[in-house]
């Protein structure tokens, strides 16, 4: 069972960094992806970050590139998000999941399981 806990939001004003972390389990098969995706009120949930597992390989949305880097610790048990040169846009719920299509820049989750997200939220 996928189990996901994502952590590491909070308030921030505008330029200021955080690092999001989350804690994957169960994923045996049928992803070797993991995103972080968020959800802004009113917006629909958009992918901004994803990690292959396995080789390390990195893609991000349009909007985050070269603010935001994933990563993941040596275990692979762990993914990071770290956040700098925050917008006011960027305040959203962020979410993690095993995904697919991450080489596109847009990926989808995998299995349809989310956690409970950390929201982030940025003022001007």
């Known amino acids: 069972q996928v189990q996901l806990v994502e952590s590491g939001g909070g308030s921030v004003q505008a330029g200021g960094s955080l690092r999001l972390s989350c804690a994957v389990s169960?994923?045996?098969?049928?992803?070797?992806?993991i995103a972080w995706f968020r959800q802004a009120p009113g917006k629909e949930r958009e992918g901004v970050a994803s990690?292959?597992?396995?080789?390390?390989?990195?893609y991000y949305a349009n909007s985050v590139r070269g603010r935001f880097t994933i990563s993941q610790d040596n275990a692979k048990t762990t993914v990071y998000l770290q956040m700098n040169s925050l917008k006011p846009e960027d305040t959203a719920m962020y979410y993690c999941?095993?995904?697919?299509?991450?080489?596109?820049?847009?990926?989808?989750?995998?299995?349809?399981?989310w956690g409970q997200g950390t929201l982030v939220t940025v003022s001007s």
């Open positions: 999941a095993p995904a697919y299509d991450c080489y596109t820049g847009s990926p989808h989750n995998a299995f349809g399981v």
């Open positions: 990690i292959y597992t396995g080789r390390g390989s990195t």
């Open positions: 169960g994923v045996t098969s049928g992803s070797n992806c």
